[in-house]
């Protein structure tokens, strides 16, 4: 590990610790060139899930982006932050299992949907709104009236 401060590979592990709630190694290194001290994290590398766009680009698969998307409808939500963040988790991990890769970013889409219907119907409507593209107050009103007649 190169150090931080003078570039030198020399160094050594003064202390290990598990970190992340055990999904990473946390080192405290001392440099043998300049006495300086630093931290580094070792953790796996997952298989990466590739999301392809609708426009047919593909990114890698980014859990702060979804937990993002998740947040905003949630404001002023009665929806703890850890529920999102478990969920965010749960959806990489099942991602990260699927034999296939590759997944359309619709279907990472309907499965943030999925969740907000069962955690919080005015969540699940801000969040339709955006990820639907509502183009009038119609396709928003069936939109609740489906949503009203799934709950009754």
Known sequence: MKCPFCGS???????????????SVRRRR?????SGRFTTYESVVKNVVEVV??????QPFDRDKVL????LPCQKRPIP???LADF???????????PRKHIRSDE??????TFLRDLDHVAYVRYASVYRSFKSVDEFMS??????????
């Not at 993002?68 to 947040?71: F, G, K, N, P, Y």
């Open 30 to 34: 001392t440099c043998a060139s300049c």
């Open 9 to 23: 590979l020399e160094n050594r592990v003064i202390d290990s610790r598990l970190a992340r709630e055990g999904r």
């Open 108 to 113: 990472v889409g309907d499965r943030v949907l």
């Open 143 to 152: 939109e609740l009236e489906r949503l009203q007649e799934e709950s009754t």
């Open 68 to 71: 993002r998307s998740l947040r």
């Open 81 to 83: 932050q850890e529920v």
């Open 88 to 98: 965010v988790v749960q959806l990489e991990l099942d991602l990260a299992a699927n």
């Open 53 to 58: 766009k609708q426009d047919g680009r593909t």
